[in-house]
Protein backbone atom coordinates (compact mmCIF):
# COMPACT_ATOMS: atom_id res chain seq x y z
CA UNK A 1 0.00 0.00 0.00
CA UNK A 2 1.55 3.35 -0.84
CA UNK A 3 1.99 5.56 2.01
CA UNK A 4 1.34 9.15 -0.25
CA UNK A 5 -1.59 10.26 1.64
CA UNK A 6 0.54 10.80 4.73
CA UNK A 7 2.19 14.28 3.58
CA UNK A 8 -1.43 15.35 3.78
CA UNK A 9 -1.74 15.04 7.33
CA UNK A 10 -1.47 17.91 9.71
CA UNK A 11 1.18 15.90 11.93
CA UNK A 12 3.34 15.10 9.18
CA UNK A 13 6.92 17.09 9.54
CA UNK A 14 7.56 17.60 5.74
CA UNK A 15 3.96 19.86 5.26
CA UNK A 16 4.76 23.37 4.46
CA UNK A 17 2.50 24.24 7.15
CA UNK A 18 4.82 22.56 9.53
CA UNK A 19 8.09 23.47 8.34
CA UNK A 20 6.48 27.46 8.01
CA UNK A 21 5.25 27.34 12.17
CA UNK A 22 8.66 25.42 13.01
CA UNK A 23 11.08 28.48 11.16
CA UNK A 24 9.01 31.17 13.05
CA UNK A 25 9.53 29.47 15.97
CA UNK A 26 13.07 29.10 15.63
CA UNK A 27 12.98 32.96 14.58
CA UNK A 28 11.59 33.77 17.61
CA UNK A 29 13.57 32.26 19.85
CA UNK A 30 16.72 33.66 18.29
CA UNK A 31 15.06 36.74 18.73
CA UNK A 32 14.39 35.82 22.08
CA UNK A 33 18.52 34.75 22.93
CA UNK A 34 19.45 37.85 21.03
CA UNK A 35 17.39 39.95 23.35
CA UNK A 36 18.44 37.61 26.31
CA UNK A 37 21.89 38.51 25.32
CA UNK A 38 21.61 42.46 24.99
CA UNK A 39 19.98 42.12 28.67
CA UNK A 40 23.14 40.44 29.91
CA UNK A 41 25.69 42.34 28.11
CA UNK A 42 24.29 45.22 29.60
CA UNK A 43 23.62 44.07 33.05
CA UNK A 44 27.83 43.10 32.68
CA UNK A 45 28.75 47.00 31.50
CA UNK A 46 26.31 48.74 34.62
CA UNK A 47 28.25 46.37 36.88
CA UNK A 48 31.51 46.99 35.78
CA UNK A 49 30.73 50.80 35.87
CA UNK A 50 29.71 50.47 39.37
CA UNK A 51 32.50 48.59 40.33
CA UNK A 52 35.10 51.10 38.61
CA UNK A 53 33.11 54.05 40.38
CA UNK A 54 33.89 51.87 43.66
CA UNK A 55 37.38 51.64 43.57
CA UNK A 56 37.70 55.28 42.28
CA UNK A 57 35.50 56.55 45.82
CA UNK A 58 37.97 54.14 47.43
CA UNK A 59 40.37 55.84 46.32
CA UNK A 60 39.52 59.11 46.14
CA UNK A 61 39.70 60.29 42.95
CA UNK A 62 36.15 61.34 43.08
CA UNK A 63 33.71 62.26 45.96
CA UNK A 64 31.26 59.62 47.14
CA UNK A 65 27.95 60.07 46.11
CA UNK A 66 24.20 58.63 46.89
CA UNK A 67 22.65 55.78 45.17
CA UNK A 68 19.98 57.60 43.98
CA UNK A 69 21.78 58.73 40.13
CA UNK A 70 20.32 55.79 38.05
CA UNK A 71 17.39 57.60 38.60
CA UNK A 72 18.62 60.89 36.75
CA UNK A 73 20.50 58.86 34.21
CA UNK A 74 17.64 58.47 32.13
CA UNK A 75 17.95 62.22 30.34
CA UNK A 76 14.18 62.62 32.03
CA UNK A 77 15.55 65.31 35.14
CA UNK A 78 15.25 68.74 34.98
CA UNK A 79 17.35 71.05 32.89
CA UNK A 80 18.21 67.84 30.27
CA UNK A 81 14.93 67.42 28.58
CA UNK A 82 12.16 68.94 30.55
CA UNK A 83 11.21 72.02 28.31
CA UNK A 84 7.64 70.90 28.44
CA UNK A 85 7.86 73.50 31.44
CA UNK A 86 7.87 77.14 31.47
CA UNK A 87 8.26 79.51 34.30
CA UNK A 88 5.40 82.36 34.20
CA UNK A 89 5.71 85.74 35.47
CA UNK A 90 3.28 87.20 37.90
CA UNK A 91 2.93 90.14 35.94
CA UNK A 92 1.99 87.94 32.76
CA UNK A 93 -0.39 86.42 34.64
CA UNK A 94 -2.57 89.23 35.64
CA UNK A 95 -2.96 87.45 39.13
CA UNK A 96 -2.12 89.74 42.33
CA UNK A 97 -0.40 87.59 45.06
CA UNK A 98 -1.08 89.89 47.66
CA UNK A 99 -4.87 88.90 47.42
CA UNK A 100 -3.58 85.43 48.19
CA UNK A 101 -1.09 86.23 51.13
CA UNK A 102 -3.69 88.17 53.28
CA UNK A 103 -5.83 86.54 55.62
Sequence with gaps: MALKFLNKKGW???SLRNIENVWKAEQKHEAEQKKLEELR???HEERERAEFRQLQEQAGLVPKQ???DF???SGLAVGKGGSGFKIV???ST??????YSSN
Design 12 to 14: HTG
Design 89 to 91: DQT
Design 71 to 73: LYD
Design 41 to 43: KQI
Design 66 to 68: ERL
Design 94 to 99: GINPSF
